[in-house]
Structure formats: C-alpha cells, structure tokens
C-alpha cells in the first residue's frame, strides 16, 4: 500500500468507527497494512481492532488514539512516531514504550 491522502484516511477511520459503534455489523475494519502514513494526524483517533502491521507512522501524532487491540502494530513501529501523549495502549506494548521510546509519552512542546 502507498501513501494514503487526509481524504481516504478520514474515510477510512469513518468506517472503522461505524464498525466497532455497530458491533461489527456495518462499516468496514480499518485495514491500513503497508500504509505510508506519514505526518498524518491521528490525534484521538479509535484504531481499537483496527490492523497496522508494517504501516509507516513516521511523524503520526497518535496523542490521545486508541490502539488498545490493534492488530499487527510493533514496538519498532514506534521509532519514528511524534507523539503517544495520553494515547491508550495495550499494558504489555505500553510497557515496551515506557522503555524504549520513553520521550513519546512526554507532553508534546506547542509548535
């Protein structure tokens, strides 16, 4: 997958949220695999169940996201992220955070 514009990715969370807020019923599972994510902003985003495995999340804000659940997201893909300020995260990933990327936790500077 190539880099996804503000436009396919808000529909695509559109339909992700329709998903998890109908029971799985309607909507459609976010599946950004391989995605260029790159700078987008994903601040309070609900990714829960959603499926990330080997997408680029350079320079994503993910402060406030929810990625409790999330398929195929690794440690490693956090090298790269701006933030995960107040952001929700599986207990055993949040720990690898703490640990190795302690800074995204941080209160981000105001640009």
Not at 31 to 46: H, I, K, P, Q, S
Not at 57 to 76: H, P, T, Y
Request: charged fraction near 35%; aromatic fraction near 6%.
């Amino acid at each position: 997958m190539s880099k996804i514009t503000a436009g396919k990715l808000s529909k695509i969370l559109k339909e992700h949220e329709r998903w998890l807020d109908t029971d799985k019923k309607e909507g459609k599972k976010a599946d950004l695999g391989g995605a260029t994510l790159r700078d987008a902003n994903l601040v309070g985003a609900d990714l829960r169940d959603a499926y990330l495995n080997d997408a680029n999340l350079r320079k994503v804000d993910l402060s406030r996201a929810f990625l409790s659940e999330v398929l195929g997201l690794n440690i490693e893909q956090f090298s790269k992220v701006k933030t995960l300020y107040k952001a929700e995260l599986d207990p055993e990933l949040m720990e690898q955070v703490k640990n190795k990327y302690p800074h995204l936790l941080e209160k981000p500077e105001e640009e």
